[in-house]
């Protein structure tokens, strides 16, 4: 796995594809000249959204300016405004009061909520939980980063698609990916519990030894 998809899967957010498209600085306008032709070629076929990502993944320009464009992000707002206004700002696009991905949006916001409260909370033991399932299960880890981009640029080919059965494709491949994706949040929630627990046994065992050590105890 590359060192830049290493850095996607533990900083990248779907859900702040409404702050890329609604806020028009320099690097939001610069990310989105760069993610137009995969956009559009979404919108011709979505059934092709996993070849599409494979080579959105590959180009040298496009990726490092969407992990520069969530990193201004985590950097500029806080955890507050983050789950009030992205829960206001993203069912307000028309397209996706239409669309049938309710579940599918509330699946990835919880995703992008829990992943962004571990960046500002507890850092430290988030990335090397995410960093040891990417060294131990990259397979896994790739899709996991396919999966994600899938969404992002699924949910962009959402604002702009205009034929109800392309439409209808991109809503069946969003709910298909957001179930995938749920399944991701679990393992990483149910990794870093893991972590916690081992460090409780640890202090724990610590502990014995010391009040042994006290009491004299063989």
């Known amino acids: ?18 702050y890329i498209s609604m806020h028009k600085s320099e690097l939001n306008l610069a990310l989105m000249k760069c993610l137009k032709p995969y956009i559009n070629k979404i919108i011709e076929n979505p059934e092709n959204i996993e070849i599409i990502v494979e080579k959105f993944l590959r180009d040298e320009k496009a990726i490092p300016l969407l992990f520069y464009t969530f990193q201004e992000v985590i950097m500029k707002v806080t955890l507050e405004e983050l789950t009030e206004k992205d829960l206001a700002e993203i069912f307000k696009y028309e397209k996706f009061k239409k669309a049938e991905i309710k579940d599918a949006l509330e699946i990835i916001l919880e995703h992008d909520l829990w992943k962004l409260k571990q960046i500002k909370n507890n850092f430290d033991k988030y990335a090397i939980t995410l960093y040891n399932f990417s060294i131990n299960y990259p397979e896994d880890a790739h899709k996991y980063v396919i999966t994600l981009l899938s969404i992002i640029l699924l949910l962009l080919a959402l604002n702009e698609v205009t034929t109800h059965d392309k439409l209808k494709i991109i809503e069946d491949k969003l709910n298909k990916l957001s179930d995938e994706l749920e399944s991701y949040t679990l393992t990483f929630m149910l990794m870093l519990e893991e972590r916690k627990e081992e460090n409780k046994i640890t202090t724990i065992v610590k502990n014995s030894k010391e009040l042994k050590e006290v009491l004299d105890i063989e």
């Open 1 to 18: 796995m590359s060192k830049i998809t290493q850095a996607i899967l533990s900083m990248l957010s779907s859900i702040r594809i409404s």
